[in-house]
């Protein structure tokens, strides 16, 4: 049987799959975790640079929680420029041409999570 964190896991690595992510860079595995940590804790979603990146520099072993953020948004801006704009759109449920920040990306997995 499944675990809890293995069912939680195996979603967001889903969700983020229908977005364009290099999945084999370390933004990747942070922005894995980053979402995990909010669905574990919803609070958390309030102030990542507080209350996420610290966990994650900890369990990485990472130099600074500035390299955890910068890891992530180079994935995502990454991401951004590999993913069709429409996809994004549709995804996320925005007008054409909007990016949506590091924090709406957690929120809306998060949401996606708790509505199923």
Request: proline letters at 2%.
């Given at each position: 049987m499944e675990?809890?964190?293995?069912?939680?896991?195996n979603?967001?690595?889903?969700?983020?799959?229908?977005?364009?992510?290099?999945?084999?860079?370390k933004?990747?595995?942070?922005?894995?975790?980053?979402?995990y940590?909010?669905i574990?804790?919803e609070?958390?979603?309030?102030?990542?640079?507080?209350?996420?990146?610290p966990?994650?520099?900890?369990?990485?072993?990472e130099?600074?929680?500035y390299?955890?953020?910068?890891?992530?948004?180079?994935?995502?801006?990454?991401?951004?420029?590999?993913?069709?704009?429409?996809?994004?759109?549709?995804?996320?449920?925005?007008?054409?041409?909007l990016?949506p920040?590091?924090?709406f990306?957690?929120?809306?997995?998060?949401?996606?999570?708790?509505?199923?």
């Amino acid at each position: 049987m499944e675990t809890e964190e293995k069912k939680i896991r195996n979603f967001v690595y889903k969700e983020l799959s229908k977005l364009n992510f290099r999945r084999y860079t370390k933004g990747f595995k942070y922005l894995l975790e980053a979402i995990y940590i909010c669905i574990e804790d919803e609070n958390c979603i309030e102030n990542l640079s507080k209350n996420v990146f610290p966990k994650i520099l900890e369990k990485y072993n990472e130099k600074s929680i500035y390299n955890v953020k910068w890891c992530i948004d180079q994935v995502i801006k990454t991401m951004y420029n590999n993913t069709d704009i429409k996809v994004l759109g549709e995804y996320f449920n925005l007008d054409k041409d909007l990016k949506p920040s590091l924090k709406f990306i957690v929120y809306c997995i998060v949401c996606k999570y708790y509505s199923m």
